[in-house]
């Protein structure tokens, strides 16, 4: 298998464990993220592992690509499950897992195996959607749904959105009570760091907050997103905090012809892994 940014590293001797869980179930409007993870890594070899940005090098790291869940199309529920027990598998280890989707439900499944390790677990989670609809077409395991699901394991002040621009009115008001919703960017992040200060944190990373003229290669794309350099610079703030595990996806490749999204999501990657190994 080729090995994703060539993150070359052994289980046993890295820090980062990342892995991909290619589920698209749930997609409420275009399916495609099923196929993020080898986007990412087919395409990797064209991205180079040093960040001008950082002055960092991902090959001066050991990271390890442990490959893709193989998870079952249809039934989000042995899917969930499949993932909450490779997430405890890495939290056990003491390691970080990095999860690369795959639709955004993957998430609930990482909060799962973490909330048992880490009770106090804050979410910093970037997106243009809320995600905080109770249920969706009747579905309560849904993509729409799964900061809903998330605050049911968390609790009430533990989920701090950012850059929301779509959802429907009754998803903000109640989130207006139960997490902290940020819309269209990153003002106030700065002062969420300071606050979390050493507490455990999950950092989830839709991939449609970057506007869609950089990134159309998504399910549900949403105009007015943030630009590349916005987003790099929010995820350095991110880094400061005491993060425990973190997941990137809804990349939905075959939706982008030209093949730029794959080349930002990879690029998103590198800089993500570079600032969280500082
Ligand atoms: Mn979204």
Redesign the pocket.
Known sequence: MQKILGCEGSFEESEIILFGAGFDSTTCYRPGARFGPSALRNESYGIESYSPYQDKDVLDYLICDSGDLELPFGDPKPALALITKRIEKIAENKKFPFMIGGE?LITLGAIKALIKFYPDLSIIHF???A?LRDEYLGRKLSHACVMHRCHELVGDGKIFQFGIRSGEKEEFLWGQDHVSTRRFNFHGLREVVAELGDRPVYFTL?L?ILDPSIFPGTG?PEAGGVSFNELRKAISLVSKCNLVGADMN?LSPHYDPSGVSTIVANKILREMLLYFLE
């Open positions: 955004h997106d243009a959607h995600d839709d449609d549900t809804e």
